[in-house]
């Protein structure tokens, strides 16, 4: 099993990072093409989980005077913060077009948010957020494989997987982009919170 993970951002203004790593792969960029043809051909090898570092899921609260309050954890980076809206939208461009391809180039392609069920087979995907944070970073693509490592560990270990944000009712863009893809056709995916990964910024200086 392989680790991706997307850093959410403008491909054309180079802000969009990614990393793969894993037992055969640690590479990565902010070259859009180049990402799109690694997750293929890793894919097609075997299973990988896919993360995004943008809000994937907001919640779906009736209390609309609180609609737009912080998800658990997240402190000061509220998902309807400036930044957090910003990322949240661009997501909603760039996550489907994304798993489309996939679906497209990887026949049989299947993936779901339930992180208790592992992808165990090629064209399996278990997706989620990662939510990277701390000081400054070395790039976008720098805190892709933060991310991308830290969610390695986590579902190749033992120990339990539990979400860095907790659960709660919510709307789920990451299900509603897999079931947009034809990656998934259960609907309850619109309704579950996924598995949040948070990772540390880390900045290395030149040398």
Not at 62 to 79: C, D, K, S, T, V
Not at 123 to 146: K, N, Y
């Amino acid at each position: 099993m392989h680790c991706a993970v997307v850093d959410i951002g403008s491909p054309s203004k180079g802000n969009l990072g990614w990393w793969l790593h894993g037992p055969d792969w640690d590479v990565g960029g902010t070259d859009p093409e180049v990402m799109k043809t690694a997750f293929v051909h890793c894919l097609r090898q075997g299973p990988m989980v896919l993360g995004f570092e943008a809000p994937m899921y907001v919640p779906a609260k009736r209390n609309l005077m609180r609609a737009l309050q912080q998800r658990p954890g997240e402190g000061n980076r509220p998902w309807s913060g400036s930044a957090g809206a910003t990322v949240a939208t661009i997501s909603m461009a760039i996550v489907p077009s994304l798993l489309d391809f996939l679906c497209a180039e990887v026949p049989n392609a299947a993936a779901w948010q339930d992180w208790k069920h592992r992808p165990t087979e090629p064209g399996q995907m278990l997706v989620f957020e990662a939510f990277v944070s701390g000081g400054r970073s070395s790039g976008h693509d720098v805190d892709a494989r933060q991310a991308a490592v830290e969610a390695y560990r986590l579902l190749t270990g033992s120990a339990e997987v539990l979400s860095y944000l907790g659960s709660e009712e919510c709307f789920s863009l990451l299900g509603a982009a897999l079931i947009h893809a034809g990656l998934s056709d259960d609907i309850s995916e619109l309704r579950r919170p996924c598995l949040v990964v948070r990772a540390e910024k880390r900045w290395q200086p030149d040398q």
